[in-house]
C-alpha cells in the first residue's frame, strides 16, 4: 500500500513538471515577442516625419530616402574628372542641397544606368558608345547640356552660353553657381546666384590696334570666346584712342 502510494506521487510530480514545462514553452516566447514589438515600435517625431524607436540601435528617419526624392534631380555623367571635386564640394554645400541632389557617373557606369527618370541631365567628355547607351534609355522631355562630346549623336538640347561659361571656368565658385543656375532654369526656381567668372590666375595680354584694322573687328568677337577667356585676361585699344588720351595729358 506504501509503494502504491509512493508511486502515485511520483506520477503526480512528473505531471506537474510537465505542465510547468508546457506553461513555459507557450508563455514565455510570448512575452518575448510582445517585448520585442514594443522596442521596435514606431512613433512620429515633432515634424511628423515616421521614426524607429530610440531603443533601436538603427535609429534612422524613414522619410530621409523621400526628403531626397522631393528635391530637384540634376545628374552629371562625366568622362574625365573634370571639375569632379567641385561637384562634390557642391553636393554638401547647405544652399545646393537645400533644394537639389546631385547624382555623378562616370562613362563605364553610364551604359547600365536607364535614364529615364532623369529631368536634368549634364554630359562631359564622353566617347559615341557611352553617348549611345545613354541616348538608349534617356527621357526625351529630359533637359540635356552635352560638353566636348565624341559623337556624331545630337542628344544635346540645351543651348546656354552661361551654363558653357561655368563649366569651361571651373573652380568651386562657378560649378555651385552652375547646379543653382540650372536648378532656377530647368525646375523654376528662384535662388541668387552670381554670373560665371573666369580664373583669376590668368595670363595677361594687351593688344594696341588700328580703330579701322579688321584685327579689331577680330578681337572683339574673342571676347566671346569663352577658352580664350579662360586662359587669358586682355585689354584692347585703338589707336586713335591712345592718342587722343595722350594729347589731353
Known amino acids: 500500500m506504501v509503494k502504491d502510494k509512493s508511486w502515485g506521487l511520483t506520477v503526480l510530480l512528473l505531471l506537474v513538471l510537465v505542465l510547468v514545462l508546457f506553461i513555459a514553452q507557450v ?3 510570448f512575452e518575448v515577442i510582445h517585448a520585442q514589438s514594443k522596442v521596435n515600435e514606431t512613433v512620429l517625431d515633432g515634424n511628423g516625419n515616421l521614426t524607429f524607436s530610440t531603443n533601436v540601435s538603427e535609429n534612422t528617419t524613414v522619410k530621409t530616402t523621400d526628403e531626397e526624392l522631393d528635391k530637384n534631380r540634376i ?3 562625366l568622362g574625365t574628372d573634370e571639375n569632379l571635386a567641385s561637384l562634390l564640394n557642391a553636393s554638401i554645400n547647405t544652399t545646393v542641397n537645400a533644394t537639389v541632389n546631385i547624382t555623378i557617373y562616370n562613362a563605364t557606369e553610364a551604359k547600365s544606368i536607364n535614364f529615364s527618370d532623369e529631368n536634368a541631365l549634364f554630359l562631359a567628355s564622353l566617347d559615341n558608345e557611352t553617348v549611345a547607351s545613354i541616348n538608349s534609355t534617356i527621357n526625351e522631355n529630359a533637359y540635356v547640356v552635352a560638353y566636348n562630346l ?11 552660353v552661361n551654363i558653357t561659361r561655368y563649366w569651361v571656368y571651373g573652380g568651386d565658385e562657378n560649378i555651385r553657381n552652375l547646379i543653382i543656375y540650372m536648378d532656377n532654369k530647368f525646375y523654376g526656381n528662384n535662388t541668387t546666384f552670381d554670373p560665371p567668372e573666369p580664373p583669376e590666375d590668368r595670363a595677361k595680354v594687351a593688344f594696341v590696334v588700328s580703330e579701322m584694322s579688321s584685327y579689331a573687328a577680330w578681337l572683339e568677337k574673342a571676347l566671346d570666346d569663352v577658352y580664350i577667356t579662360r586662359n587669358l585676361k586682355y585689354h584692347s585699344a585703338h589707336t586713335r584712342t591712345i592718342i587722343q588720351k595722350a594729347i589731353r595729358v
Open 75 to 77: 545628374t552629371f555623367v
Open 150 to 160: 565624341t559623337t556624331n549623336i545630337s542628344i544635346g538640347n540645351v543651348d546656354d
Open 27 to 29: 508563455f514565455v516566447p
